[in-house]
């Protein structure tokens, strides 16, 4: 049996899963649910792997998640046609929609697959934290030491902090309104002020830092207490 894969001729065995097919010839498919570990369940939950079956006269796309996808001989598929490419970067905006945004206190932080996806599929998503591995103790934040990872959006392989100095926003503020307020309240809870805030913000472009002083004041996150 053979399947085509963007245009390249494989080989495959009946029952195998074009995912498999994909992964045994180096072929990238991005996945988020699938655990190595565990080849007898393919839960095709997060649906990051889907790929478009390509067939002649077909009105709308097939796309099917290719963990789950049975190889058939002769079968088309496409990894990268732009179809697949806006569905995968629709289902990464609708899975971190609903991600717990800690990504300090995260077991993973420092090799954040969500990181790397909203890179590579330009969705600014998750904050420098998810790529930072200073956790815990080892966090500038934990230390009192002033840090706009948790408001920066990742992308730069948390550069500065994996090289012993903390964030400065090279990449600038994350866009992302929810994302951006766990991060602020984040640095509100750490004791951090407004005004520390906004002086290290000075980084930031004028209409940056316009809009998250803006932000800070109508939701009112930093403790007045503490300001004055």
């Given at each position: 049996m053979k399947i085509v894969i963007d245009g390249e001729e494989y080989p495959c065995e009946p029952g195998q899963k074009v995912y498999d097919v994909a992964q045994e010839n180096d072929i990238y498919i991005p996945?988020?649910?699938l655990n190595e570990l565990n080849t007898g369940e393919r839960p095709a939950g997060c649906r990051m792997c889907l790929v478009e079956i390509v067939e002649e006269n077909?009105?709308?796309?097939?796309?099917?998640s290719s963990?789950?996808?049975p190889v058939s001989d002769g079968m088309e598929i496409s990894t990268k046609s732009r179809v697949v490419y806006d569905e995968r970067r629709e289902v990464l905006e609708l899975l971190l929609s609903e991600h717990q945004q800690d990504c300090r206190n995260c077991g993973i932080s420092g090799d954040c697959k969500f990181s790397d996806l909203s890179f590579e599929y330009?969705?600014?998503g998750v904050s420098v934290c998810s790529e930072c591995p200073n956790r815990k103790d080892g966090c500038f934040l934990s230390r009192g030491i002033i840090c706009l990872g948790p408001?920066?959006?990742s992308?730069?392989?948390a550069f500065c902090t994996r090289n012993g100095?903390?964030?400065e926003s090279c990449f600038g503020i994350l866009k992302n309104k929810d994302v951006l307020l766990f991060g602020l309240?984040?640095?509100d809870e750490k004791g951090f002020t407004r005004e520390e805030i906004l002086e290290a913000g000075k980084v930031f472009s004028y209409e940056e830092t316009k809009s998250l002083e803006e932000l800070i004041d109508e939701n009112d996150i930093f403790n007045k207490e503490v300001q004055e």
């Open positions: 996945t988020l649910c077909n009105e709308e796309p097939n796309l099917e963990c789950s996808l330009d969705i600014d408001i920066t959006h992308g730069c392989n100095d903390p964030c309240k984040d640095l």
